[in-house]
């Protein structure tokens, strides 16, 4: 094994997991801390779920979770006096998000017994501004999207602005325990403290790239998170528990994750360009980064926006029946046709505005494109039909309207009626509202704080229901 | 005509943001990556064919270094629109593996 020879002037941060309340390891702190970690940085958030998080505000991981994760980084932290720096709260990063995400840590402080001093960053936007700019000719569509209209701001139930490092950095600057980020740029939150202590500007981006996803970047991508030990000209990846491997590949690969452009990537205040990266194992278990750069540009926050639609009722069966799985393709035009048709002329008064999808699992439900000729019938299939229409009512009364359909249609008209294998009664499950990301735009802003309000929650000398604005 | 299954270790489809999938096509190794990574059968009719996308609208990136091209479309609706059936693209990869692949006339971009 190679000896390690620390970077010079390194800023080490610990990155638990990639996403907080997916479970962390408390010894994992301990080895990252006792290596001389000065902050601890975490996401908890993302668009990947889908747009229904942001359109109600809510967190996709469950409270106790977040409680858990956040009860083990807080107690480790507080005790070793680094701070906490926590981006895009609540999956979506509201304002409301935070305000969930600070009740919960100010429970953990008082279970603790400790008294932090708690940092609330929000970029939430209300559509005045975003109109304002938008008049100003500040906000630029980003691809695949066009121009901006006023209507489309106010029909977003919520629109966040991506944070990049400055807010964090000003807050910890101001004596933050915690810091607890409305939506960030997941690089910014964990490039900040690297950043703020002096690190070359590519190395903090492009390590905190690597690192967003915790330990996906390793060989054993659920064995914990990663150290990111940031210096001047380089970096290096080195896994939180000592028996998983950062390598050259893996580290490598992980920047081709969910991302159209491995190479360049727009960052709120710059373009991290990885092109001429150079990935080298050093050790057994870690690998250094050389050759990141990153550009300045003129401020640019991407703005994210939610907005509800039309509502869905589904009912599911399951089909065993040698006859009917043997002639999927025509069963399924046929039930298809007569749903559709019973509901138009059912509902025709009331509206034509619905959808039918109907969706054989086992056979080609996951794609729904034609099953190659020749293919042998399978054992068993999942039949699941979604209706969508403009209300919820709707769509629970079309889908009764159904029932006997679904359930009871023979695949041919003279044959006896068939039951098929329905699991719950009543059958038509009230599945909610569908929701959508209506936003993919950037607002150009004087610097990374324009937008975005700090609070203040300092458990020493307030009552903590009470909150001072910055 | 090979399959991109036969000259590729790893082929995979996520969803890049609400609007972008993006396909990351991991070549067997350097001599199939430059012999198939310009080839016209990985071109924008592909991903016309197979997903419905706007064949204006691709971005294409390969990285020597790693054997490997990423190609990025724009779903023909957005993330979790009605009719989603795979919110994170996870499983539009399997499509693409019996595909046939032939061998690049250009050189590599």
């Not at chain 1, 680094?82 to 999956?91: H, K």
């Amino acid at each position: 094994m190679k000896d390690y020879t620390p970077l010079d002037k390194e800023v080490i941060v610990i990155v638990p997991t990639g996403m907080l309340g997916a479970g962390i390891q408390r010894e994992h702190i301990k080895n990252g801390i006792a290596a001389g970690a000065v902050a601890i940085a975490v996401d908890s958030g993302s668009t990947d779920s889908g747009p229904y998080y942001l359109a109600r505000g809510v967190s996709k991981m469950n409270r106790e979770a977040i409680k858990h994760d956040l009860l083990v980084l807080v107690s480790e932290a507080y005790s070793a006096g680094i701070p906490i720096l926590v981006g895009t709260c609540a999956t979506s990063g509201t304002d409301q998000g935070v305000d969930w995400a600070r009740d919960i840590a100010i429970e953990v402080a008082r279970e603790l017994g400790i008294q932090p001093k708690i940092a609330c960053l929000y970029s939430e936007q209300n559509a005045a501004t975003l109109k304002q700019k938008n008049s100003d000719g500040k906000i630029l569509p980003l691809a695949p999207m066009g121009d901006l209209s006023d209507e489309v701001i106010d029909s977003c139930d919520h629109i966040v602005a991506l944070m990049g490092p400055e807010p964090y950095i000003k807050a910890v600057e101001a004596g933050a325990d915690i810091v607890l980020g409305g939506r960030t740029s997941d690089a910014a939150v964990l490039s900040a403290i690297a950043i703020m202590h002096g690190a070359g500007a590519g190395q903090a981006w492009h390590a905190a790239k690597i690192a967003e996803c915790g330990g996906q970047c390793t060989e054993y991508m659920r064995r914990g998170g990663v150290l990111m030990r940031v210096g001047r000209e380089a970096f290096d990846i080195d896994p939180l528990d000592p028996e998983n491997v950062a390598s050259p590949e893996s580290v490598s690969a992980h920047m081709l994750y969910e991302t159209t452009d491995p190479i360049r990537l727009i960052e709120p205040g710059g373009i991290l360009d990885a092109f001429e990266s150079r990935y080298t194992q050093i050790t057994d278990r870690i690998t250094r980064v050389t050759g990141s750069k990153w550009e300045p540009q003129p401020y640019t926050m991407k703005l994210e926006g939610a907005r509800g639609g039309p509502f869905q009722s589904i009912m599911v069966i399951g089909i065993e029946d040698p006859d009917v799985l043997a002639n999927l393709d025509h069963f399924h035009d046929q039930m298809y046709s007569v749903l559709t048709d019973r509901i138009s002329r059912l509902f025709a008064e009331e509206t034509t505005d619905f959808d039918v999808s109907l969706r054989i699992y086992g056979w080609n439900g996951t794609s729904g494109r034609p099953v190659p000729k020749d293919t042998p019938p399978p054992l068993d299939v999942g039949v699941m039909l979604v209706i969508t229409a403009p209300t919820q009512d709707l769509a629970n009364r079309m889908a009764k309207s159904v029932n006997p359909i679904f359930f009871h249609m023979p695949l041919r008209p003279q044959m006896e009626l068939p039951s098929y294998a329905f699991p719950f009664t009543p059958a038509e499950v009230p599945r909610g509202q569908v929701f959508e990301f209506v936003l993919n735009h950037a607002v150009q802003t004087t610097d990374g704080l324009e937008l975005v309000r700090t609070e203040w929650t300092d458990m020493k000398t307030s009552d903590t229901r009470e909150t001072t604005h910055a | 005509m090979p399959k991109i299954k036969e000259i590729c270790r790893h082929v995979r489809t996520k969803n890049a943001g609400p609007f972008w999938v993006t396909v990351d096509f991991f070549f067997r190794d350097a001599d199939a990556y430059h012999k198939y990574v310009g080839s016209e059968d990985l071109g924008p009719d592909l991903f016309a064919r197979m997903f419905g996308a706007d064949p204006e609208k691709i971005k294409r990136i390969p990285v020597e270094s790693l054997n490997m091209v990423k190609i990025s479309y724009v779903r023909p609706k957005p993330q979790a629109w009605f009719g989603e059936r795979d919110m994170h693209s996870g499983q539009l990869f399997a499509r693409l593996l019996e595909v046939g692949i032939r061998e690049s006339t250009a050189e590599p971009a």
